[in-house]
């Protein structure tokens, strides 16, 4: 596994764990996590390319909405490229998730979003 995909996986993992202390009694998360944990240790370079890909496609629309695009946005023919539809739910319900956030946790997720985004550009395929 490469550096940029180490870093980039632990930096999700963290973001996602921050979620989980936020909403520590929604329980389809630690579903999720179960999963998540599980798909990084089986693929941990689908989650890189994914995002990879979303960040340079819509660039220019993280920039002008923020956390407006990654929560409205609809990512099905994006996760059809990975043969990928199983995070697609996991996408959307993280997108509720942060649309429920206080407006500081909201900036922190923007903030691991960018972070995120710069680290999977670093990844080569």
């Known amino acids: 596994m490469s550096t940029p995909t180490k870093i980039f ?3 999700f993992k963290e973001m996602y764990e921050d979620i989980l202390y936020i909403f520590p009694n929604y329980k389809p998360l630690s579903k999720a ?3 998540l944990e599980l798909l990084l ?5 689908i989650i890189i390319k994914f995002w990879k890909l979303f960040s340079l496609k819509y660039e220019s629309n993280i920039e002008s909405n923020g956390l407006n695009f990654f929560i409205k946005h609809d990512f099905k023919e ?5 043969n ?7 996408v959307k319900e993280m997108g509720v998730l942060i649309d429920q956030m206080s407006d500081e946790n909201k900036e922190k997720m923007l903030a691991y979003i960018h972070n995120l985004s710069k680290i999977s550009k670093m990844y080569k395929q």
């Open 9 to 11: 996986n632990s930096h």
């Open 33 to 35: 996590q179960y999963t």
């Open 41 to 45: 240790k089986t693929k941990p370079n």
């Open 78 to 82: 994006d996760v059809k490229l990975f």
């Open 84 to 90: 990928a539809e199983y995070i697609l739910e996991y």
